[in-house]
């Protein structure tokens, strides 16, 4: 099992940046696939990002590539999201999730460990 802690949520101005954290429990860290996910008022949750668990591979939604980078160090045992030029369009709870497996990023049915979420908010 895992446990998945986020932070690093704010409120910035359109065109701004911000580094989301997620901390991570248990020594099997470094063997989960992780993502992460986002979820706007009276929207579903939708798919952001997502890295294997080796950190070689990385994958983006249309919305947020090349803007948002996700990375890992799992000697910290830690998933980072680096949001830059953001948009009041990004403003929402950002959730991080771990899987098993190295595919089928998408569906959020295939993550079975989730954070609590940190919300992001952006000004225009």
């Known amino acids: 099992q895992v446990q998945l802690v986020e932070s690093g949520g704010g409120l910035v101005q359109a065109g701004g940046s911000l580094r989301l954290s997620c901390a991570a429990s248990?020594?099997?860290?470094?063997?989960?696939?992780m993502g992460w996910f986002r979820q706007a008022p009276r929207k579903e949750r939708e798919f952001v990002a997502a890295?294997?668990?080796?950190?070689?591979?990385?994958y983006y939604s249309d919305s947020v590539k090349g803007r948002f980078t996700i990375s890992r160090d799992n000697a910290k045992n830690t998933v980072y999201l680096q949001m830059n030029s953001l948009k009041p369009e990004d403003t929402a709870v950002y959730f991080c999730?771990?899987?098993?497996?190295?595919?089928?990023?998408?569906?959020?049915?295939?993550?079975?460990?989730w954070g609590q979420g940190t919300q992001v908010t952006v000004s225009s």
């Open positions: 890295i294997t668990s080796s950190g070689i591979t990385t």
């Open positions: 248990g020594p099997t860290f470094s063997t989960y696939a």
């Open positions: 999730a771990a899987k098993i497996g190295g595919s089928n990023w998408y569906p959020i049915s295939n993550y079975g460990y």
